[in-house]
């Protein structure tokens, strides 16, 4: 009877009420959903709350629940308990005649704030010429932040300091601060948004589904309009400008683990490694054009000329990152592939995701390990011989929760006989990332350093031989760990790429 009675009063206001409850003690949440930036809406939800009281005492329900009446509530109460709340105030009134013990509280005092009046969002609403918008997406994303707190069971970084402005609620009030002008900018606030990986853990875990991963992104970009764009991200995006890469690297290092059988050709298939995989996972290159000759696949790479994705300068907040496409638009129409495959789960997400964003690229891409799962679906990628080892498999956050790839991994390594895949208890979209996305890496190594150790000891754990990622950065930050896990003697890890694994099997 109350859940319908909430829905006719959802009808009467023009408002949806989302209500839940606990069964075992009999109460409900009605949760009003509203734009927090439409002062009408306020209006409604006022009157909304009164008639929630109503509601709860034709119902002979409580006001408090388990909770105290706090101050919205506390004018209320004396409908509820009648004499024996007048009985309460004459006791409050013999012990506290110039009511200066919790003043305002339980109704005694006849005070009536109106403690709804567009709460935290006041300045916002209210347009004061300070506040700056990161634009309606955005806002609306901090907007929706319910402050729950959830997310520190999910945010990597916050479970390394137990630094609350280092989780991503602590992240999300940062930002409507800076929205609000209330903080100003500075090399400190900038360390709190730069310390994030990125990684989207917080929004697997959080109940509205809060992007703050995109929050994040959008205060970089803020912070680099007013110069705070870390020096080692400055360096790393100038290095890419001026080689190509963000290593300093020569361009036609990129091709030193090529084998010599290699001819430069054109095809519709152009494999693409990414700056991580050309200069310092390097065995990733033989191991996937092993593969791929083995299956007689057709493919071309742009060897020298293969250029930076770009996708640190987009993740840091640069607009170098726009120059960035450009120059590899450029390319890719010279090279007019019908498809692209990468080794790379950032170079995937970028070309997949934020190329289209930014211009005129209709080029389809595939992960290496979609391409190979297809492989073996079609019959044309078979394993013979048995790999006994137990293999662990680590979710890249850009491959999975950014971009929703769990299975095809899976499936490739399952095709090996002999291979056990473990998982991680956190796995999917809940897995942590490696501690190397969003930068971090590059900005803060202690940190990022911590996450992967923790990472690797589970896998360690579990019981795992091998940890196989799907991403050059996942599997460096991985190693890293492992080689540190190893020296303490809390265990012997290899950690691979998918494709290092594949070809072994091949062999
Ligand atoms: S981001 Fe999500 S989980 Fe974190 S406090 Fe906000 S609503 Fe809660
Ligand atoms: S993206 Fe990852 S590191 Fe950043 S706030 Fe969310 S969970 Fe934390």
């Not at 329900?61 to 209320?76: C, D, Q, V, Y």
């Not at 409507?176 to 209330?182: E, R, V, W």
């Not at 970009?221 to 400055?234: A, C, K, Q």
């Not at 996450?451 to 360690?460: G, K, L, N, P, Q």
Request: charged letters at 30%.
């Amino acid at each position: 009877e109350t859940i319908e009675d909430i829905r006719k009063v959802a009808e009467r206001h023009n408002l949806t009420i989302a209500t839940f409850g606990h069964v075992g003690d009999g109460n409900l949440h009605a949760c009003v959903i509203m734009d927090p930036t439409k002062p009408e809406q306020w209006a409604e939800l006022k009157e909304i709350g009164k008639e929630f009281i109503e509601l709860a005492l034709k119902h002979k329900g409580t006001l408090s629940a388990e909770h105290g009446l706090g101050i919205a509530k506390a004018p209320f109460i004396e409908k509820e308990l009648g004499l024996s709340h007048r009985v309460m105030k004459t006791i409050k009134d013999s012990l506290d005649p110039d009511h200066i013990l919790n003043p305002g509280k339980m109704g005694f005092d006849q005070t009536v704030r109106d403690v709804l009046d567009y709460s935290a969002y006041k300045d916002f609403i209210e347009g004061l010429p300070e506040v700056k918008g990161f634009g309606e997406k955005i806002d609306q994303e901090i907007f929706a932040c319910l402050m729950c707190g959830f997310c520190r069971a999910g945010c990597p970084t916050y479970r390394e300091t137990g630094v609350e402005s280092k989780n991503a609620r602590g992240r999300v009030i940062l930002a409507y601060n800076i929205l609000t002008g209330k903080v100003p900018l500075s090399k400190e606030l900038a360390e709190k948004f730069y310390a994030c990986t990125v990684c989207m853990n917080c929004k697997a875990v959080c109940p509205a589904g809060v992007g703050v991963a995109e929050i994040v992104e959008a205060a970089r970009r803020r912070l680099v309009e007013e110069g705070y764009l870390p020096e080692v991200h400055r360096m790393l995006i100038e290095n890419i400008a001026q080689f190509g890469n963000p290593f300093q690297e020569p361009p036609e290092k990129r091709t030193d683990v090529y084998p010599s059988t290699y001819k430069v050709k054109e095809a519709e298939t152009l494999v693409f490694f990414g700056c991580v995989t050309s200069y310092q996972d390097i065995q990733v290159v033989p191991s996937t054009m092993d593969i791929l000759d083995r299956v007689g696949i057709d493919y071309a790479t742009m060897g020298n000329e293969e250029h930076c994705c770009g996708y640190l300068a987009y993740l840091t907040g640069s607009e170098r990152f726009k120059e960035f496409i450009e120059r590899n638009l450029e390319r890719f129409s010279r090279y007019a592939p019908k498809r692209i495959v990468t080794t790379c789960a950032g170079c995937y997400k970028t070309f997949k995701e934020l190329y289209p964003q930014h211009g005129t690229f209709r080029i389809e891409v595939l992960h290496i390990v979609e391409y190979l799962d297809q492989l073996i679906t079609s019959g044309k990628l078979k394993f013979e011989k048995s790999v006994d080892r137990k293999v662990i498999y680590h979710d890249p956050c850009d491959l999975g929760r950014h971009m929703n790839i769990y299975e095809p991994p899976r499936r490739i390594l399952q095709a090996i006989p002999g291979l056990r895949l473990l998982e991680f208890k956190e796995n999917r979209s809940l897995a942590k990332c490696c501690g190397g996305g969003g930068g971090l890496k590059a900005f803060d190594l202690d940190l990022s350093g911590d996450i992967a150790y923790r990472r690797a000891a589970e896998a360690a754990e579990q019981g795992a031989e091998i940890i196989v990622s799907a991403c050059p950065s996942c599997k460096s930050s991985l190693q890293q760990a492992a080689a540190r896990l190893r020296k303490e003697k809390k265990g012997r890890l290899k950690v691979m790429d998918i494709t290092e694994l594949v070809a072994e099997a091949l062999a």
